[in-house]
């Protein structure tokens, strides 16, 4: 083979893995809406959180859960599907006080990968 054709077949070799790690990367599961919505300041306690992915979870393997600023785990509830929409969850709260609260959330992919992220609300007090 040519040194031409050697490195045109190097480019295309280098260029498919590109691609294909690009594709794999894609794959991934992303929040994509939250309910209540990141950073957002709330007036009243929710009464359950809400989560949209940009493809379908497993739901079975699913964990959600809600902290307060201690870290101490306020949600009692499971993750529950969301009827007719297999990129989304919920988790019922009970009612929470006035503070900011993290979202922690661990979801499979239909595609097998993990996501594991949180994002941060808060309750403003209602004597404010």
Request: charged letters at 20%; hydrophobic letters at 40%.
């Amino acid at each position: 083979m040519s040194g031409g054709v050697k490195g045109f077949v190097t480019c295309l070799l280098v260029l498919g893995l590109t691609v294909l790690q690009a594709h794999d990367a894609w794959a991934h599961a992303s929040l994509v809406k939250s309910d209540p919505p990141r950073r957002a300041t709330l007036s009243e306690s929710p009464s359950k959180i809400q989560l949209w992915f940009n493809e379908e979870i497993e739901t079975a393997y699913a964990a959600v859960s809600v902290v307060d600023m201690n870290d101490k785990v306020v949600s009692q509830a499971d993750p529950e599907k969301v009827e007719n929409d297999p990129k989304s969850i919920t988790l019922a709260l009970p009612e929470l006080a006035a503070g900011t609260y993290k979202v922690q959330f661990r979801v499979l992919s239909i595609d097998g990968h993990v996501v594991d992220s949180n994002y941060s609300f808060r309750i403003k007090d209602s004597s404010q």
